[in-house]
């Protein structure tokens, strides 16, 4: 009946920004020098967390990872953005558009898991620093950044899975800068009521449980904390949790507005800012937020920065 009735669409337009020649110019030179920013900011810290020996504790495999996933977000969303500027006609495929859905939805899955483990390895170090190598072996590590990732390629899956229930017809334009979930519901010609409900269903359960697991870390954090009795160390302990729970609030205030809130198709008009936040503005800080207010990362690019500057004496 479907196909009697509509057309199919085998591909969309993706309405971007503004269609403003001078704006979009701007936007443009606004967007790649995010873009590359993020990129060299996310993969210099993973470059340089590999590198570094000292670096390699949990702590620090979990954030490495962080800014891989940050550079895989910023991958899938911004060369398309960008070429979409000056692009005259700005399709996507249906099958482009599920690929770019597809590693966004695994990326920010495995970022929802790597914060909440992050945030288990905070509170390990503060709360029972006599235990941590115990309590946060380098297996245990390995194994929840594995879980982070295959987690986040289930999720993808399923989602994927069930937008091939739908059919596409009529108009073809989606108002977003990428290609989201929400928006090919909105398109749909079958009543996506299915996959909206598994949507909220298991980005809700993702979220619950992740987030529950930060703020119940964070409430034992904050009680050993106040019970310290060296000023210092209360200060030192708040300046090591304080960069991570920035993150985590903006990540996860963004995500839950994006995809939790009731009424998901019709209002559409309110994706774009939160998508833009947690897909374009949070990869971009989140390599200065942990490496400017981290004395060992500091340290440790230091040493390189030193040692680069020895060898380029000694050649000349």
Do not use: W
Request: net charge positive; proline share 3%.
């Amino acid at each position: 009946m479907i196909k009697e009735n509509h057309t199919m669409k085998n591909e969309f337009v993706l309405t971007g920004f503004t269609d403003h020649p001078d704006l979009k110019a701007l936007l443009f030179v606004v967007f790649l020098t995010i873009y590359l920013i993020t990129m060299v900011g996310n993969l210099g810290l993973v470059a340089l967390i590999f590198k570094q020996r000292q670096l390699h504790t949990p702590m620090y495999i979990f954030l490495g990872n962080l800014a891989l996933v940050d550079s895989c977000c910023a991958c899938a969303i911004t060369p398309k953005m960008l070429e979409n500027f000056f692009s005259e006609d700005r399709r996507i495929s249906l099958h482009e558009c599920i690929i770019q859905f597809y590693i966004l939805c695994t990326v920010e899955t495995a970022d929802c898991f790597l914060l909440a483990a992050m945030a288990y390895d905070r509170y390990v170090a503060i709360c029972s620093p006599l235990q941590y190598h115990t309590m946060m072996s380098k297996k245990l590590c390995v194994q929840m950044t594995t879980g982070a990732f295959i987690a986040g390629n289930l999720h993808s899956m399923i989602h994927v899975g069930l937008l091939f229930r739908l059919a596409f017809c009529g108009s073809h334009q989606i108002n977003h800068f990428y290609c989201d979930i929400l928006p090919l519901y909105r398109l749909s010609c079958v009543d996506p009521y299915v996959n909206e409900l598994v949507l909220f269903v298991f980005s809700g359960s993702i979220q619950i449980f992740t987030i529950g697991s930060v703020l119940i870390s964070y409430v034992y954090i904050v009680f050993t904390i106040f019970k310290m009795k060296s000023k210092e160390g209360r200060v030192k302990a708040f300046s090591t949790c304080a960069s991570h729970f920035l993150s985590v609030s903006l990540f996860y205030g963004s995500l839950f507005f994006m995809y939790i809130r009731p009424n998901l198709l019709e209002e559409g008009d309110k994706d774009i800012p939160a998508a833009l936040l947690f897909t374009i503005v949070v990869p971009l800080l989140n390599p200065f937020i942990y490496s400017l207010r981290n004395k060992e990362v500091k340290s440790a690019l230091q040493k390189i920065l030193i040692k680069i500057t020895i060898s380029r004496n000694l050649n000349k």
